[in-house]
Structures are given as C-alpha cells and as structure tokens.
C-alpha cells in the first residue's frame, strides 16, 4: 500500500508552520500539536500523533528554501544542507522567491542576487516590507563590499561568497537562526 504522509504543526505561541492546512488540537500540557495524517490511494484516512521527542526534533530543525538562477547550483546546495536542515522548496526567479517564501513560511531562504525578474536584494527588501519572518541569506559570486552593504541594509543575516559554498554556508544559517550576521570571512570589508 503506498501513503502520502502530510505533517502538521502548531508552534507553541498559536503560530501555524504550516505545510499545509493545520489539522488536530493543541496539548494543554505543551502547547503543541503534530499529526501524520496518512491518505490510501482510495481516499480513506488514518490519524496518529506523533510522540512529543519526535515533534521537538521536527521543530528544532530550520526549513528552508533555496532560491538560484541554476539547476545545478541548486542540487550542489540541497546536497550541502540536506543533512542538517529541511529543504522546504526550490525555486529559479525572484518573484516566485517572493510568492514561495510568503506562502511556505520557512525559517531561512538562501537566496542569490542575479536572478531573473526581480533580484535578490529586491526580493530581500520585499519581503521585509510583507513581514516575511524568514532569515535572508544571500549566496552569491558578488564580493563587492558594496553588495555585502546592500544585502545587509535589505535585512540580510548572511553573505555566503557561491566560492566557500561548503565551508560557510551551513555556519551562516545557524547564525541566522541565532539572529547573528555572517559574511564569508573571505570578503574583505571597508
């Protein structure tokens, strides 16, 4: 029997990290929720909740999106972040950066700055401007120090040069998610 597995999520300040529509009740004892809901192939439905270590782990673990102009680069950052962070979309222009950000609600976006429709510096600041909560982190070939200042003034938490990809990559997200500006140390700033 194949199963389609959906996971749910209720974050303890009544905040929805949704992958889709919410579904089951909050614990009064923790605040949180999570449940699988497992879908046949003929539409019948089984619910289970999943025990409280399995959600803590599920929520420690940062999503994230991935946005670049190339294929090939984007595969060379899934393999990168794969072990350690969960890839919740990839995506190739800016503005469905914007769209897919807005909607997905991940806790970083890895983003470049040459990219199609709309760049990413722009696409930064508009998220900024929507309330996006995601922690930018820009990964690009620009090491400029006037690019790393337009990053950082769009909102940035990182500046990951595409060169130390493997090196700086990882350690720019979690800083991120600590709230910490990181920019590759090969970058020689003003």
């Known amino acids: 029997m194949v199963f389609?597995?959906?996971?749910?999520?209720?974050?303890?300040?009544?905040?929805?990290?949704?992958?889709?529509?919410?579904?089951?009740?909050?614990?009064?004892?923790?605040?949180?929720?999570?449940?699988?809901?497992y879908t046949d192939l003929i539409g019948e439905s089984l619910l289970q909740t999943v025990p409280q270590r399995e959600l803590e782990t599920l929520a420690a673990i940062p999503r994230v999106l991935l946005a670049d102009d190339q294929a090939e680069m984007l595969e060379v950052i899934n393999l990168v972040l794969s072990n350690e962070f969960r890839i919740v979309g990839t995506v190739d222009d800016g503005m469905t950066a914007i769209e897919s950000a807005m909607s997905l609600r991940p806790d970083a976006l890895v983003l470049d700055i040459s990219m199609p429709e709309v760049n990413g510096i722009e696409v930064a600041y508009c998220l900024k401007?929507?309330?996006?909560?995601?922690?930018?982190?820009?990964?690009?070939?620009?090491?400029?120090?006037?690019?790393?200042?337009?990053?950082?003034?769009?909102?940035?938490?990182?500046?990951?040069?595409?060169?130390?990809?493997?090196?700086?990559?990882?350690?720019?997200?979690?800083?991120?998610m600590q709230e910490k500006i990181f920019v590759s140390p090969s970058i020689q700033l003003h």
């Open 4 to 37: 389609d597995l959906n996971i749910y999520m209720i974050a303890t300040v009544n905040k929805w990290s949704k992958y889709s529509q919410p579904y089951g009740q909050t614990s009064a004892a923790t605040g949180c929720t999570i449940h699988c809901m």
């Open 129 to 176: 401007r929507l309330g996006s909560q995601a922690r930018v982190i820009f990964l690009t070939v620009h090491a400029d120090p006037e690019f790393v200042e337009a990053a950082l003034s769009a909102g940035a938490f990182g500046y990951v040069l595409k060169t130390s990809l493997v090196t700086d990559l990882v350690p720019a997200i979690w800083a991120a």
